[in-house]
């Protein structure tokens, strides 16, 4: 079972990598994707995570679970937002403004 996480407040390498750790910690996941200019976190699981686990985890690594991302949208992980009245995920509508950043040893 594949499912898509947002998170936010990831921005580099070491975010991804704590995030990882964390998620991969879990019974059942088998595989952890992290998209860093999307905030986007891929779980492949063996069988449906809670995710309030999840939660627990991106929160364990330091960082926020917005919700899952369904077709362009993103289902808060707020309980008291009603199911339908979700956010527009951010990257649904407009082209990525990602930019890759090289750094130098000076």
Known sequence: MQTTYVVKGMTCGHCASSVTEEVSALPGVEKVDVALETGKVTVTSAD?????KVGEAVDE???????????????????????GASPEC???????????VRWRRG
């Open 61 to 83: 690594a330091g960082y926020e679970l917005v919700g899952v991302a369904e077709l362009g949208r993103v289902r808060s992980n707020d309980p008291r937002e009603p199911r």
């Open 48 to 52: 449906e995570l809670a995710t309030e």
């Open 90 to 100: 951010p990257d649904a509508s407009r082209p990525s403004n990602f930019q890759a």
